[in-house]
């Protein structure tokens, strides 16, 4: 009999790395300015390695396909679960809309066109219903979408950095990174960039999901978790410092900075630009193609206890994909996109991600306290994994990250400082916010209803 093959450290970490590294979110993080530094370190001490533990532990203590839904209908019951599952799946087709305005963002900078808005909503539409369809077959869970995804997103992110080191050393910097410039800043347009920090930490859970095949789980998982993060973090920094060696950070654009900055730093329209930005095409499509099974497959886990509606657990006869919640995100962003145009905001595209983020950020807020309650009603059960440290820390370690969480909430979603920029960026996003969780409490009655 064939041993079964080691899923070595290596391989966690690179699958970490692969599936957590979003090269479209480094450009809204680079808008915080120098003093993302002092952020991406701060969340990373205490907002990355306890959730990357917490994770880790309810990930290979209860490994059923229901992930996040699972761990809060057990802590909480199915309501809670049915909140979490919904919130968690709807952020993808909100992320799907905005990544679709993004990709005809990019097709205009790197072609030199003007799209109108009548083309600009069919190219859109492509777009989601191309990965849609794409996600509907067993191909969306091919290695070599994840390989190729990776390399294009360490060429762009090496490539960014690179000439961000370059222009500084012959044009100098376009923003002071000196000490004092990268201390925090509190007001209100940086704090909520913080949250995109935040998105960029989450999806270590699928490390966890690797531990039955890890030879000492309980020392590799840490480990890919601590070492998965560092890598991530310093390569986003190291893109985030390309762009604003280029671009001063109050004018970068949370959409089509880091394309800006690969046209200033080269200097001049070439091949490289346009290879860059069809690198960067690919990894928006791939981004989607490689979460849709996570996500959906959380949606069709709690349709099948009747915590979300039938819809969702709509499954292909053959290959079993999850059709039913696969076509409703297409349908989903089909209206977020055709809507566009008639949302009072000149950020379409950080509207849209703001949203998602907000909607995705909500559903881990559950996370911690259900860690917290699985320790003590079900303490008995064998944890492969489990977090170190006494009852004090271990409380710490999940209410400091759960209330970084509802603090990036409300600075993402509510304007605080009243000014007009604020107000037209933040009101629709809060509009948004408010009918996503009512439309979610409507389909979890109604879903309870179903299942009687």
């Not at 920094?237 to 280029?246: E, I, P, Q, V």
């Not at 290959?319 to 950020?347: D, E, K, R, W």
């Not at 379409?348 to 703001?354: E, L, M, N």
Request: glycine share 10%.
């Amino acid at each position: 009999m064939q041993e079964k093959k080691q899923f070595r450290l290596f391989d966690a970490v690179l699958m970490s790395v692969v599936v957590v590294l979003v090269v479209e979110s480094a450009a809204p993080a680079a808008a915080i300015g120098p003093s993302q530094f002092f952020w991406w370190g701060a969340l990373l001490l205490f907002f990355f390695l306890p959730y990357g533990l917490i994770s880790a532990e309810l990930g290979t203590t209860y490994n059923d396909e229901g992930g996040i839904y699972d761990w809060v209908k057990r802590a909480f019951g199915r309501k809670w679960g049915g909140r979490a599952a919904w919130l968690y799946w709807i952020n993808f087709p909100i992320w799907m809309a905005s990544l679709a305005v993004l990709f005809n963002e990019v097709i205009e900078q790197i072609f030199r066109v003007k799209i109108g808005t009548g083309m600009g909503i069919g190219i859109e539409l492509l777009f989601i219903w191309g990965v849609t369809i794409i996600c509907c077959y067993p191909i969306a869970d091919s290695k070599w979408i994840l390989n190729l995804a990776a390399i294009a997103k360490v060429i762009i992110m090496l490539s960014v950095g690179g000439l961000g080191i370059y222009h500084a050393a012959t044009h100098g910097l376009a923003n002071d990174f000196s000490g004092t410039a990268m201390l925090p800043k509190f007001d209100a347009t940086s704090l909520g960039y913080i949250s995109v920090i935040l998105f960029n930490f989450l999806g270590f859970e699928v490390v966890a999901t690797m531990a039955g095949d890890m030879k000492n789980p309980k020392k590799q998982i840490p480990q890919a978790i601590i070492w998965g993060g560092v890598l991530i973090a310093v390569f986003y920094l190291f893109a985030a410092f390309g762009m604003g060696a280029a671009i001063p950070s109050s004018q970068l654009s949370t959409s089509g900075g880091l394309m800006d900055s690969i046209l200033l730093l080269v200097g001049h329209y070439n091949w490289f630009v346009v290879t860059i930005g069809v690198l960067f095409m690919y990894t928006l499509v791939s981004n989607l193609v490689s979460w849709s099974a996570g996500v959906n497959y959380v949606a069709l886990y709690a349709a099948k206890n009747n915590d979300l509606p039938k819809i969702f657990k709509k499954e292909s006869k053959k290959s079993h994909m999850p059709i039913g919640v696969t076509i409703l995100n297409g349908v989903i962003a089909t209206v977020l996109v055709i809507a566009a145009p008639f949302i009072p905001n000149p950020n379409i595209f950080w509207a849209f991600f703001s949203l998602n983020v907000v909607a995705l950020l909500g559903s881990y807020i559950l996370m911690f306290p259900s860690f917290l309650r699985l320790r003590k009603i079900d303490g008995d059960r064998e944890r492969p994994f489990k977090v170190p440290g006494r009852p004090l820390m271990i409380k710490l370690m999940t209410w400091i990250p759960m209330v970084l969480l509802i603090l990036t909430l409300i600075l993402t979603a509510f304007p605080l400082n009243g000014g007009q920029a604020e107000i037209s960026s933040k009101i629709p996003v809060l509009v948004g916010t408010v009918i996503t969780i009512i439309i979610g409490e409507i389909c979890i009655n109604y879903a309870e209803k179903q299942g009687k």
